[in-house]
């Protein structure tokens, strides 16, 4: 309930009428702290992410997934609030030796949080486990995506989406069998960029192109990645999944019909 200098990461939850709010309090420590996306369990734990550039000497770490912070200015973080909003049940970081930012996030009926952003860090710091790709790509950011455990102790996977140029994770959604959906925008054209399958292999051009990638249950591929937009530039932003297994994106464009 202490405000951090700065900026500080808040959470809240506005009762069923929307008359008061049944809880509001801050996660942050003695650095900026920026709270970007946020999802739900089904008994009313709230998982939230954002980045950090607060060191674990302020900033609220217990249980994991990473109680150090990495340096460079700003980590992404995880953290799962309780149901009643007393208290954190686990809260960490995810990051290297670069710049971390994550803003989307979603979790499973197991728990399991799933988070995606961006990040200059290269393999040797980043905390790449399984996959999707183990290898930094260059251009400034590469979007990464990464699986917590139920418990908050570990990373079940973590890996790069992305190509020679910039690419951000914006929008994140898990199925019912544990695969990831990820939207964001990037500047890399199919040369580089892992585009398969589709749902458009080609790189439109402009300054950037949505894209939309669905990550296996494993962690080890994409089952397809490719690109929404047209000749200038276009940016997504959020994305659903259905039962069926369909994948819903929004964002922003200006590319004319």
Not at 45 to 52: E, L, R, S
Not at 184 to 199: E, I, K, L, N
């Amino acid at each position: 309930l202490t405000y951090n200098w700065g900026w500080d990461a808040f959470v809240a939850k506005v009762n069923a009428a929307g008359t008061a709010l049944v809880y509001a309090g801050y996660i942050g420590g003695s650095g900026w702290d920026w709270g970007r996306g946020i999802a739900l369990d089904g008994v009313g734990n709230a998982y939230v992410t954002g980045d950090t550039a607060s060191t674990e000497a302020t900033f609220p770490v217990v249980v994991g997934p990473d109680l150090t912070f990495n340096g460079a200015g700003l980590d992404a973080f995880v953290a799962k609030v309780n149901a009643q909003g007393t208290g954190l049940v686990y809260a960490g970081y995810i990051g290297g030796s670069g710049g971390d930012r994550a803003s989307g996030i979603a979790v499973d009926a197991a728990a399991n949080a799933y988070v995606t952003g961006w990040t200059t860090s290269t393999q040797d710091t980043f905390p790449v486990t399984v996959g999707p790709d183990l290898t930094y790509n260059g251009g400034g950011d590469d979007a990464f995506v990464a699986k917590v455990n139920g418990a908050g102790t570990a990373l079940i996977y973590a890996g790069y989406i992305g190509g020679s140029s910039r690419d951000e994770g914006y929008g994140i959604a898990v199925d019912g069998a544990g695969n990831a959906y990820v939207t964001g925008w990037t500047w890399s054209d199919q040369a580089t960029f892992p585009a398969t399958v589709g749902p458009d292999l080609t790189y439109n051009g402009g300054f950037y192109d949505a894209f939309v990638a669905k990550v296996n249950a494993g962690g080890t591929a994409l089952v397809y990645a490719g690109y929404i937009g047209g000749s200038r530039s276009d940016l997504g932003y959020g994305i659903a999944a259905d039962t069926a297994g369909n994948a819903y994106v929004t964002g922003c464009t200006v590319s004319a019909e």
